[in-house]
Nanobody, 123 residues
C-alpha cells in the first residue's frame, strides 16, 4: 500500500525559512506530478506548487520568488524550500503525488495525499 508522509513543519518567525519534505513508499510504482497544497483554518485547500516528472514547476502567485519546489526521483521525494515566510503562510501543508501502478498490461493512476504538516509563522 502506498504511503505518503510529510516532514519538516514547525514554528518560525516571519522572514525565516523552512524546508518541507515528502516521501512516498510502499511497493513498486512510479510517480507523475508531485505537489504541495496548504489549508489555513476556515479556508479551502489551495495549491502552493507542483512539479512534473520532467522537472517543470508551477507556483501560486502568493509564493513565487519565495518558495522553491524540487524532487528526487530516485528517492520518490519532493521538497518545498520556503523562504521569507509571512504570517499568511501559516497553514497545514499537504503533499500530493500522482502514483502510477502497473500490473502486466494494466495501469492504474491515482492521487495519494499525506496527512499534512503544520507550518506556523509568527509575526
Amino acid at each position: 500500500q502506498v504511503q505518503v508522509v510529510e516532514s519538516g513543519g514547525g514554528l518560525v518567525q516571519a522572514g525565516g525559512s523552512l524546508r518541507l519534505s515528502c516521501a512516498a513508499s510502499g511497493g513498486r510504482f512510479s510517480i507523475n506530478d508531485m505537489g504541495w497544497y496548504r489549508q489555513a483554518p476556515g479556508t479551502e485547500r489551495e495549491l502552493v506548487a507542483t512539479i512534473t516528472a520532467g522537472g517543470s514547476t508551477n507556483y501560486a502567485d502568493s509564493v513565487k520568488g519565495r518558495f522553491t519546489i524540487s524532487r528526487d526521483n530516485a528517492k520518490n521525494t519532493v521538497y518545498l524550500q520556503m523562504s521569507s515566510l509571512k504570517p499568511g503562510d501559516t497553514a497545514v501543508y499537504y503533499c500530493n503525488v500522482e502514483i502510477v501502478l502497473t500490473y502486466a498490461t494494466l495501469t492504474s493512476i491515482f492521487p495519494a495525499w499525506g496527512p499534512g504538516t503544520q507550518v506556523t509563522v509568527s509575526s
